[in-house]
């Protein structure tokens, strides 16, 4: 194997390791329904996407809070912050990893789990 294919498959299991543990800090902070997704075959944009719900829009700025200031600490920076906790959804672009942030009427209303069942489903917390 060359170096780049070694360097390639770092990364890999290095972004998925900070989606893992985004997932963690959602489940720290109380969402639920987490669905971690590898899209990286089905999408140009990210490798990994994070749906998951909660309760309140406080919960919901609680959770967008967290996954910033968590994945900070291990060098990743959102790019991109889309709707208001008020809305119902805030979608976060942390890169490589996308994370979908939907009040319980707004994930069944958008659907996408559905949409992105082709995904690679990894991992599922109810």
Do not use: C, P
Not at 31 to 54: C, E, P, R, W
Not at 73 to 80: D, E, Q
Not at 108 to 125: K, P
């Amino acid at each position: 194997m060359s170096k780049e294919v070694n360097k390639k498959e770092d990364k890999d299991k290095d972004i998925e390791e900070l989606a893992r543990f985004a997932v963690d800090i959602a489940s720290d902070s109380f969402a639920s329904d987490i669905l971690l997704l590898n899209i990286s075959n089905k999408s140009s944009f990210a490798d990994f996407m994070i749906i998951l719900t909660v309760d309140s829009s406080r919960q919901m700025r609680a959770v967008v809070d967290d996954l910033e200031v968590g994945l900070k600490s291990k060098g990743i920076i959102k790019f991109r912050k889309e709707g208001e906790s008020d809305s119902g959804w805030v979608v976060v672009d942390f890169g490589d990893i996308i994370v979908h942030v939907f009040g319980k009427d707004e994930r069944n209303y958008y659907a996408l789990d559905e949409i992105w069942s082709d995904g690679q489903g990894m991992l599922r917390i109810q």
